[in-house]
């Protein structure tokens, strides 16, 4: 053995790895988490939909964080309540969101990416707008098994 260098196993390629870990998260979602997070994507669009600040509060936890372009952070549920006030004088015409994918991180937690394209008047008389945009958020699976947005990020 003099002179020889005692060689390990070769770790096997990790080129995969981490999208089969998602994948099988992803399966880890029982069926009642599937359906109480759909849930709450049509709590959003029904809120959304009459820009309802109370109801689109609702959505979030109380330590809840948005961050959005050129804006501070808005943090805490009564900041993000504060910014559905500010909207009280628009009108949504429609709004369709659009979950591009879905991988649980942890028990407990989801994390999505999705765009969205909401068509609003800013004011009594005023021009329809369209926008599209894309949000990233993590979902918290509270106590009672609903889901609330935790941190979400748009743009």
Same mark, same amino acid.
């Given at each position: 053995m003099a002179g020889q260098v005692p060689q390990a196993p070769s770790a096997p390629a990790r080129t995969d790895v981490g999208r089969?870990?998602?994948?099988? /998260?992803?399966? @880890?979602l029982n069926q009642k988490d599937k359906a109480a997070i759909e849930k709450i994507h049509q709590q959003d669009i029904a809120a959304t939909l009459a820009l309802?600040?109370?109801a689109l509060t609702?959505?979030?936890?109380?330590?809840?964080?948005?961050?959005g372009p050129d804006q501070p952070a808005e943090v805490g549920k009564q900041a993000i309540r504060k910014s559905y006030e500010r909207? /009280?004088?628009? @009108?949504?015409?429609?709004?369709?969101?659009?979950?591009?994918?879905?991988?649980t991180m942890l028990d407990g937690w989801v994390?999505?990416?999705r765009y969205f394209t909401v068509s609003y008047v800013g004011s009594a008389g005023g021009e329809a707008?369209?926008?599209?945009g894309q949000?990233?958020?993590i979902l918290k699976r509270l106590p009672d098994g609903s889901w609330r947005c935790f941190r979400v990020m748009g743009v």
């Open positions: 089969q870990a998602d994948l099988a /998260a992803i399966k @880890k309802d600040p109370v609702d959505l979030w936890t109380e330590d809840a964080v948005r961050l909207l /009280a004088g628009f @009108k949504v015409l429609s709004y369709v969101p659009e979950t591009n994918h879905l991988t994390v999505e990416w707008k369209q926008v599209r949000v990233l958020g």
